[in-house]
């Protein structure tokens, strides 16, 4: 079965520190990955996505992810994190021959001033 | 330009009562997708839609639920004899096409059942 894991339900984090959002999935074939945020009482907005090619992928508000084919893992990155960065973050993989996403079950970051 | 608009953003029913949410994706996209997101849940899928193929209805929760896509566009997704549990937010995404491409979604219509 494909699926996607978030271990973490939040994730807190002092401004300026560097943050990590988890990651895995398990899916057949060459994966797919997204990552999306979810803002309050917004829908949910594309961060960035793993197709092919470079491992580490850039994306937006400075974000940035790691794919690990290995770990298969996707964890979601940023060198220096802001306040403005608190929201929902969703992981997502595209379904082995379909076009549907899984989504995780979000993680929730939280910078602290 | 425009994103993906909803309708109503709030909805508020009784128990029994049929609902109907509308969904208009971005001009040009083909594929085009409804979730549900319960409270403190992560994103749940319902259905699918691609161009003129037949929609995957994989994720529907019951045959109360059913959605369809008029023109290659607009989406109604319909929720009859509503029960409590229906209570969530209903998001709706579209994107050119499937695959790579990501979704671009809606902001969602909260749907309250009393």
């Known amino acids: 079965a494909q699926s996607v894991a978030q271990p973490e339900d939040q994730v807190n984090v002092a401004e300026g520190n560097p943050l990590t959002v988890k990651c895995t999935y398990s899916?057949?074939?060459?994966?797919?990955l997204f990552w999306y945020v979810q803002y309050p009482n917004r829908g949910l907005q594309f961060l960035l996505k793993?197709?092919?090619?470079?491992?580490l992928v850039k994306g937006s508000y400075g974000f940035e992810a790691e794919f690990n084919k290995s770990q298969t893992s996707f964890h979601l990155k940023k060198p220096s994190a802001l306040v403005s960065d608190s929201a929902l973050y969703f992981c997502?993989?595209?379904?082995?021959?379909?076009?549907?996403?899984?989504f995780g079950t979000g993680t929730r970051l939280q910078v602290f001033p | 330009g425009a994103g993906v608009s909803q309708s109503p953003s709030n909805k508020v029913t009784e128990k029994g009562k049929d609902v109907e949410l509308r969904c208009d994706p971005i001009?040009?996209?083909?594929?085009l997708y409804w979730y549900r997101q319960s409270l403190g849940q992560g994103l749940e899928f319902l259905i699918y839609?691609?161009?003129?193929?037949?929609?995957?209805k994989s994720g529907l929760p019951s045959d109360r639920f059913s959605a369809e896509r008029t023109g290659g566009s607009v989406s109604t997704l319909t929720i009859q004899r509503t029960q409590q549990e229906d209570s969530a937010v209903y998001l709706c995404?579209?994107?050119?096409?499937?695959?790579?491409?990501?979704?671009?979604f809606g902001p969602g219509t909260r749907l309250t059942v009393l």
């Open positions: 995404a579209s994107s050119p096409s499937g695959g790579v491409y990501e979704q671009f």
């Open positions: 899916v057949s074939g060459n994966p797919y």
């Open positions: 793993y197709i092919t090619g470079d491992n």
């Open positions: 997502a993989v595209r379904a082995y021959n379909t076009d549907k996403l899984i």
């Open positions: 001009s040009g996209h083909t594929a």
């Open positions: 839609f691609q161009g003129n193929s037949a929609p995957d």
